[in-house]
């Protein structure tokens, strides 16, 4: 199979199929995705270059309380060989106690604290299926 045209389907999948915000940024983390798995299909440098993609698409950073809080630390656990679903969780979880400062959550401020962002959750969920399928 080839892993940069599988990316790319799925990136133009979630783009046109997938609302709000989150298609966007799914699109474009499979599209960089798509773009290196031509040279380098080590995970962990494409959940790199998905977060990357994401930081830039969505001018988010880290602890902003957005998918980004799991993306960019999954991609170090991975290249460490420590991801799993605990870490996973814990990466999650992590979300709860922020104040969001990007994306829709934003506009809650303050009373976005003790909720998990929903990209960051759906981002655990999709990195749990990918330990489900290498298991």
């Known amino acids: 199979t080839d892993l940069a045209q599988d990316f790319k389907t799925i990136a133009m999948a979630m783009l046109s199929k997938v609302g709000g915000a989150s298609g966007p940024l799914y699109g474009t983390a499979f599209l960089e995705m798509a773009k ?6 080590d995970f962990g440098d494409l959940v790199d270059a998905a ?3 994401i930081a830039k698409r969505g001018q988010a950073k880290t602890g902003d309380k957005t998918m980004l809080d799991v993306w960019a630390p999954a991609a170090d656990l991975i290249k460490q060989g420590k991801l799993d679903d605990a870490a996973i969780d814990k990466l999650v979880a992590s979300t709860e106690p922020m104040i969001a400062k990007r994306g829709r959550a934003s506009y809650l401020g303050e ?7 929903p990209g960051a959750a759906s981002t655990g969920e999709l990195l749990k299926a ?3 399928a290498t298991a």
Do not use: N, P, R
């Open 36 to 41: 290196l798995a031509k040279t380098d299909t």
């Open 51 to 53: 977060a990357k993609g």
């Open 111 to 117: 009373k976005s604290v003790g909720h998990i962002d």
């Open 130 to 132: 990918y330990l489900d």
